[in-house]
């Protein structure tokens, strides 16, 4: 099956994430798609073992400013990752195209910059209709893919740590 046909948040085997500080950006732009994405990730973080305290969300105005909200959540609470979630339509002009590439380009480089993972839950359609299939319909939802993603970054980082202190860096 393509990966176009598939809901990619039916996910098993997902490992614990207790003890994990993960933060969560999202934009009020497209609200009632943010919205549920939003509720998916904070659920499935849950699920997964993180402690509703340790599940700070801030909001932005519009996916643009996700970037710098990233950076600040990361500065001031050093959280183990942060999952930004948005939602850009395309409309009659290119501004989805300067968005979507800006919050790619920005979120990539807090990443590395910060070396923290920084996990892109951005939907980036053409419509409401592709939108509402990524935010709990036919194609899942980005939200829950996001939550998940974070979980696999972090024990993906802390592996790393382990390995480094194993042979006596
Ligand atoms: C201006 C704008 C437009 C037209 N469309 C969207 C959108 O579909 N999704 C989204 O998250 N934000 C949109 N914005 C707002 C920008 O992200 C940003 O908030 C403003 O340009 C101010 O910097």
Redesign the pocket.
């Known amino acids: 099956m393509s990966s176009k046909d598939q809901n990619l948040s039916v996910h098993s085997d997902v490992p614990s994430a207790e003890g994990f500080k993960i933060h969560i950006a999202v ?1 009020d ?2 609200r009632s798609i ?1 919205d549920k994405l939003l509720k998916g990730c904070q659920e499935s973080l849950q699920e997964c073992g993180v402690a509703k305290d340790d599940i700070e969300v801030v909001r ?6 996700l970037p710098y909200a990233a950076k600040a959540l990361i500065k001031n609470n050093a959280p183990d990752a942060v999952i930004c979630l ?4 395309k ?1 009659e ?1 290119r ?2 195209e300067y ?1 979507n590439m800006a919050v790619a380009q920005g979120l990539t480089q807090l990443s590395l910059v910060s070396d923290t993972p920084v996990i892109f839950g ?1 939907l980036t359609v053409k419509d409401d209709q592709q939108a509402e299939d990524r935010a709990g319909g036919k194609y899942g939802n980005k939200g829950i893919e996001s939550a998940v993603t974070a979980i696999r970054m972090v024990h993906l980082k802390k592996s790393f740590v382990k390995k480094k202190k194993s042979i006596g860096y």
């Open positions: 934009s732009w497209n943010t932005t105005p519009g996916s643009f400013e948005g939602c850009v339509i409309g002009t501004h989805d968005i951005v």
